[in-house]
């Protein structure tokens, strides 16, 4: 005697649901605040490191094993180059900000496909924050820097594994 039987699997296949500094889809757009800062203190390097913030908030994921990091070049903000390792140009001629990741003052890398891995500690909450801090550029002196309101930016993604 044969029968005949179906046999039904349903699921669902999803990346891991996770926020960054509290937002839980789209872009993340921040604004960060670099302070007021004379051309003086710029050329004098009296600039303060900033905190960004960047925390990646996935804990209601279970079996991720980390996230990984990568910045890219936005707009004309590129890397000032081997000079300023981890710096990026700004609007400002002669003006560039340091971006060092906060967990092991590494500088930032914007190399297309360099990735700074944050592995899970358990609690799926990773800090992927970096300090930013106003340099004067080499060959720039107090009478070539451009003064005003300063704009710069980076790309940031962010990979599961």
Known sequence: LLTQ????????VTIPTCSINGI???????TIDMGFYTAKDIVAGNT?????????NCASYIG????????SQLGSYGPVGYSQLGAIKTNLKGVSISLIWKDD??????????EKTL????????????QAKLLLMPTFSLDKI??????????IALRYY
């Open 5 to 12: 039987a179906d046999f039904t699997i349903t699921g669902s």
């Open 24 to 30: 839980n889809s789209g872009d993340l757009s921040q």
């Open 48 to 56: 303060k490191k900033i905190d960004v913030p960047l925390i990646i």
């Open 64 to 71: 991720l094993n980390g996230v990984a990091l990568s910045m």
């Open 105 to 114: 003052n590494a500088p930032v890398d914007l190399t297309e496909g360099v």
């Open 119 to 130: 592995e899970n500690n358990s609690s799926n909450i990773m800090d992927g924050s970096i």
């Open 146 to 155: 451009e003064k005003g309101f300063l704009r710069s930016g980076v790309n």
